[in-house]
């Protein structure tokens, strides 16, 4: 009997910590062009900002990998391309993603890898012109901009 106990409060501990870092986003409401999820969840993916000829020119935005995938809803229904608030208002996304201010004529944007917390994420449908949206709460890795060349 004091064997199954111990062994029991020893699988409490481990999971309690798990089951508190386990956050997910559950679907607040939703109307026909739009779903929206309150929450928070980590996502991988690659953050992308263009400038010239692109329906999010100078919008930091932000696409989950494969892995990431299953955290957010149907990519059948949505977009798939989350723009990026910021968490607080007078945070610079740019400069938290090391993306320069100043641009060379021959580079259209920078894209690179991530690793990065949402909250309030935005489901939008699929063929509207608009990308999902989410508030950036943090990055945990990000790789250095690389620049994504003129055509």
Request: with cysteine.
């Amino acid at each position: 009997m004091k064997f199954s106990k111990k062994i029991f409060l020893t699988a409490l501990l481990f999971l309690i910590p798990l089951m508190v870092e386990s956050k997910e986003l559950l679907l607040k409401e939703s109307d026909a062009d739009m779903r929206f999820y309150i929450g928070q969840t980590q996502l991988s993916g690659t953050y992308r900002i263009d400038y010239d000829g692109s329906d999010f020119d100078g919008v930091l935005s932000f696409t989950e990998d494969q892995a990431s995938r299953s955290k957010l809803p149907s990519n059948d229904w949505r977009e798939g391309i989350i723009i990026l608030n910021p968490y607080r208002k007078n945070m610079d996304l740019l400069q938290l993603f090391h993306i320069p201010k100043r641009k060379n004529k021959k580079v259209c944007g920078y894209e690179g890898r991530t690793t990065l917390v949402i909250k309030d994420f935005i489901a939008v449908k699929a063929g509207s012109e608009s990308g999902d949206i989410a508030t950036l709460v943090k990055i945990i890795s990000a790789s250095k901009p690389e620049e994504v060349f003129c055509e």
